[in-house]
Nanobody, 113 residues
């Protein structure tokens, strides 16, 4: 079983950047696809990006702005978010991809206009 903890959210102005981190534990973490998901106000939780080994996948609305990366030695999956927009405001979660039933608390990202 994989245990994941998100960190790195905060308040930033539009056009700014944030880097989120997902720290994982568990024997299978390094071999699992790990994804970032988000829930923005008034919307269902949605897929943002995922990584398995070196293969990455992105939602259309973040392509060219967000980059997912993995440090297997540290069991961390990061999400570098650039050119942030107010529409990116929400709670960001990491989970396996496809996601398991358990969701952590996530980390709040707020982008001001």
């Amino acid at each position: 079983q994989v245990h994941l903890v998100e960190s790195g959210g905060g308040l930033v102005q539009a056009g700014g950047s944030l880097r989120l981190s997902c720290a994982g534990s568990g024997r299978t973490f390094s071999s699992q696809a790990i994804g970032w998901f988000r829930q923005t106000p008034g919307k269902e939780r949605e897929f943002v990006a995922s990584i398995k080994w070196i293969t990455t996948s992105y939602a259309e609305f973040v392509k060219g702005r967000f980059t997912i990366s993995r440090d297997s030695a540290k069991n961390v999956v990061d999400l570098q978010m650039n050119s942030l927009e107010p529409e990116d405001t929400g709670v960001y979660y990491c989970n396996t991809d496809p996601p398991g039933n358990y969701w952590g608390q996530g980390t709040q990202v707020t982008v001001s206009s």
